[in-house]
């Protein structure tokens, strides 16, 4: 039984981390792919050519993608999006949830901006339990205000799927910061603990 064990296990080791590639993969894929259902049906691969070709919809968008940035980085495209987000600004829901969105991709991907970028260990799901958290941003100050302590927003993934997970405020003084970099914390969530990071911690009352 030990020795079936080990190899089991050894087997777990392979296969587990590719089929969860694979699953991330297909998941982007498909969901490029699902691009080419916005062009006229009779401009579709599958309609042209008779059969469905894997992939294109990925080339698709990523062709779209390319273009779109070359045209928003020049004065006229740039004037032609202004325009654009001020027709949007007009329109009550759809206002709403573009700015939102655009807010939140302009916090992520800004390189002064703080979301995602410290590793946090936070007591979840209960006392005695740990788990691994992205800090995503300061507590408003009428939460911490209202608290009359200081909160933070984080992030809890889940495994081994870390797209989806929970947003919790939390008081800064009760998560440890890890002193580990983003790609290793997510290689330990997404390979259900199995790739063990080296790392230091420190309270976040002393950072």
Do not use: C
């Not at 309609?47 to 390319?66: A, K, N, Q, R």
């Not at 206002?95 to 939102?100: L, N």
């Not at 970028?117 to 936070?122: A, E, G, P, T, Y």
């Not at 939460?143 to 927003?153: H, P, S, V």
């Amino acid at each position: 039984m030990r020795l079936f064990r080990r190899y089991l296990i050894a087997g777990l080791f392979v296969w587990l981390p590719l089929w969860v590639t694979l699953l991330v993969i297909r998941f982007v894929i498909d969901v490029l792919d699902s691009t080419l259902s916005l062009l006229p049906r009779a401009y579709r691969p599958d309609e042209l050519f008779g059969m469905h070709i894997p992939g294109l919809g990925v080339i698709l968008s990523l062709v779209v993608l390319l273009l779109t940035g070359v045209l928003v980085t020049n004065f006229i495209g740039n004037w032609l999006i202004q325009a654009w987000e001020s027709f949007l600004a007009r329109i009550p829901l759809v206002r709403t949830i573009y700015a939102g969105v655009k807010k939140i991709l302009e916090t992520l991907f800004s390189p002064s901006g703080q979301s995602f970028r410290k590793v946090l260990l936070v007591e979840y799901p209960r006392l005695g339990m740990w788990s691994i958290a992205f800090q995503t941003g300061n507590g408003a100050p009428v939460l911490n205000q209202a608290a009359g302590k200081e909160f933070i927003t984080i992030f809890i993934p889940t495994t081994p799927n870390p797209t989806s997970g929970f947003l919790m405020l939390v008081p800064k003084d009760q998560v440890i910061e890890l002193k580990m970099s983003v790609d290793a914390a997510l290689k330990f969530v997404i390979s259900l603990g199995v790739l063990q990071p080296f790392s230091k911690v420190k309270r976040s009352e002393d950072a």
